[in-house]
């Protein structure tokens, strides 16, 4: 009966070690907050976000939800594998209201930071007048 308990006692701390040091995934963006400036109203303004598994399991992402209607996210939607690259595109269209902007774009996954926020923000302007002919 000492034997068995041993034998278990060994594989447990065996498994237990070799689990250590498995890193879960783990999102790295190039950037976490895009500005668009200046947008003209009623015209749709697109930013990818990129970003890199630095994790040792595949990177899945469940969903991606922004704050509004007026922002509509696409997501890569496979396992990254360990040093993958992935997406998140991010299409903000503006109403016809000149003002600035901020909004959020949620995304939950299985990485070891479980939801993760990025950031758009601008301003939306009124379109030039194109009748306009001077010179800038």
Known sequence: MKKAIMLFALILGISVAVNAQVKPAEFKFEKETFDFGSIPLNKPATVEFKFTNIGDQPLIISKVESTCGCTVPEYTQTPVKKGGMGTIKVTYNPGATPL?????????????????????????????????????
Do not use: E, R
């Open 100 to 136: 600035p902007f901020v909004k959020a774009i949620t995304i939950s996954s299985n990485a070891k930071t479980t939801t993760k926020v990025l950031y758009i923000k601008g301003t939306t302007v009124a379109a030039a007048d194109k009748s306009d002919t001077s010179t800038k």
